[in-house]
């Protein structure tokens, strides 16, 4: 089995803040913070896969999940699966939803995110 993250797009959206210890991250620093975030659930997220490889062993496909990172506390939020990147049965991609709904930026930016990750998921070569 091959499972790797694809890739994130964040775009951060200005918000005014007053009163708090936040980051002051650019596209990018958010971007990869928000990617070691969701990484701490790759174990969580296989397990959603191996899951499904149970029931079906030649199950294969894409979770894609849109979310916001909230300003005032770096919580994701909003987590949602976008039906047009996903290829994957809907029990993998509730999983997915489940498993990163809730993470916490720390510190949280000063600025509100908005993510779109995808996971590509691949059964793996068979072994010789």
């Known amino acids: 089995m091959k499972q790797w993250l694809s890739g994130l797009t964040m775009m951060v959206l200005a918000s005014a803040s007053a009163g708090c210890s936040f980051a002051v991250r650019n596209a990018e620093m958010y971007r990869n913070d928000t990617a070691a975030l969701l990484e701490t659930r790759s174990d969580e997220i296989k397990a959603c896969y191996d899951a499904e490889l149970a029931r079906n062993p030649r199950a294969q496909g894409k979770v894609t999940v849109n979310f916001t990172v909230l300003e005032d506390s770096g919580r994701i939020t909003d987590v949602a699966v976008d039906p047009a990147g996903t290829t994957a049965s809907d029990e993998v991609s509730s999983c997915v939803v489940k498993s990163i709904d809730g993470l916490v930026l720390t510190p949280p930016d000063e600025k509100q995110g908005k993510g779109k ?9 068979p072994k010789a």
């Open 117 to 125: 990750f995808v996971w590509d998921f691949t059964v793996g070569a």
